[in-house]
């Protein structure tokens, strides 16, 4: 568990084979993670190799879905396209191009993440800067835009096949700070990705630091959305930099700024590791928060059982639990898809198995176009059933908190998909541009 504990190297495709677990894998396993690979992007670590993944469970194992790429994450018409260019030993290029038609069948940039959010000052766009609610701000630090292993279901993953065009980086904090020093009504800067922690003390200090100046004290809470915890949690606890990380997070706090990991935790079984718990107990123990969030995605963790462990065992050792999510329309989304309903059903039940200090979390929550949309539960109401939704920020600040209801559909998956109930022509916020995907 020790051996790369300074030295972090991603296991690709190319390198991937030389580990004895992969060698170990029957050939068709081997060689889904070689075609889905060409098309979605795949990187892991020995870390979650050796440690998060029971091999005796493979293909099965919930960290297995989550990390490697999967047979049905491709249709089976272009899983056997690609698998026959691989097999005749086709031209790179033309690999390249028939991967690149499939991945923009995927819907790269789902909810208009590229459109709409950009803010300007001086009537220049700043680059790296999402400004969509009114008290946060978003920040894509350019350095940060890779992750220490990628997700299966990353909506992100657009980012990660090198299409500068659909990139969405920034070339510094300056154009940040001045931006905020500019909107007093900004309270949250969240730091985000891919993950930000991939950033070496340095870099993340050089990026954060900024933010702590006294003309930005409007500025009351610095957010960092990470994987790494689950990932690398080296990154806290043994990397050559890890106790300047540390450093920065104290100094942080000694401004009187609130810090706040959002931790994205899929499965408990991230936070069973020793090395995961010390990770945790030293951010703890300097004063930085921890919330948890993650989406529900079949195979990994569309169960009661996951998410109230994940919850109880999360608030045992101090974090709390914020969100869980409805996993967004890009994609692989046919496989790892779960159905709003079943969502639901499966946050119900698992919020009823947990003690009030874990029911902070809220959820299923959709990041659509128009806003954080919260499905609260079905309900009953003059014979016909509905969900119950209602914002919790809203591209319209008037929006927010105000219930709304949707027909009951048992197979809807995403905002776009439900229909307003009780025979009303549109929901309130209806401007169909609004949230059909970008
Ligand atoms: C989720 C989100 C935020 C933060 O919202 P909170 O409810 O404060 O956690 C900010 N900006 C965007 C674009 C988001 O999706
Ligand atoms: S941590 Fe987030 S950005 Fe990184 S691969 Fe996973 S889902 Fe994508």
Redesign the pocket.
Known sequence: MQSDVTNYKPLTPSNIDMLPQIEALPFDLRQDIKVVSTVFPFRTNRYIVENLIDWARVPHDPIYQLTFPQHGMLSPADYSTMARLIASHAPRAQIKAAARDIQMRHNPHPAGQMVYNVPQLNGVPVPGVQHKYKETVLFFPSQGQ??H???S?????A??IGDQDLRFASKEAEGLARYLAQHPEVTDVLF????PMVMNARRLRQTIEPLLAPRLEHVHTIRI???SLA?WPQRYVSDADADDVIRLFEDIIAQDRHLAIMA?FSHPREFETPIARQAIRRLRDIGCEIRMQAPIIHHVNDNVTAWATMWREGVKLGMIPYYMFVSRDTGPKNYFEVPLAEAVHIFRQAYSQVSGLARTVRGPVMSATPGKVHITGTAQIKGQRVFVLRFLQGRNPDWVGRPFFARYDQEATWLFDLEPAFSSEAFFFDANTEYASA
């Open positions: 890779t992750c292993a990628y997700c279901y990353c909506f992100r993953w980012q990660f985000t990705g891919g993950d959305g990470t994987k990932y994205h």
